[in-house]
């Protein structure tokens, strides 16, 4: 018996030793864009829904972050009102998840990237319309909860 429970505490072991070593191997879970209209920042009850999707999911999840980038069309001075445009897009939807969703802003990396890495190279006005974004990834720690629970009773005994 005892050889019997000590052969399953080292598959337990074993098992634990993988969650440690992949601690930090996220895996994008969920994804959302939220889309802007020309020279705006504000949520539209359109992207507001969407945000309440994806937070949704958030809540039992404890090993998360979010990515949140802003973008801009490409119409308008780059270096500096773009710029800034697309950090007040990010801002916009990091308020909206901290506030109504009491997501904690430390799990929230954001940045506003103007004009760069465009959906859409086209030129015309449904072209720079795609561009104007706000994309929001959720990121998961990739560990079996059943290894870390079974580890959990464990180190209680």
Known sequence: QATQMADANSGDLNKLRDVV??????????AATVPFAFDKWA????????????ASGLSSDKSFVISVEGFTDS???????NDALSRKRADAVVTYLV??????????????????????????????????????????????????????????Q
């Open 75 to 81: 119409t308008g001075n780059r270096s500096s009102y």
């Open 99 to 156: 506030a109504k969703h009491d997501i904690p802003i430390y799990r929230i990396h954001m940045i506003g990237l103007g004009e760069e890495k465009p959906v859409d190279e086209g030129k015309d006005r449904a072209a720079r319309a795609k561009n104007r974004r706000v994309e929001v990834k959720v990121f998961t720690a990739d560990i079996d909860s059943s290894t870390a629970t079974t580890a959990s009773r464990q180190e209680q």
């Open 43 to 54: 949520l539209t009850p359109s992207a507001k829904e969407d945000l309440d999707s994806l």
């Open 21 to 30: 070593a992949n601690i930090d191997d996220y895996k994008m879970q969920t």
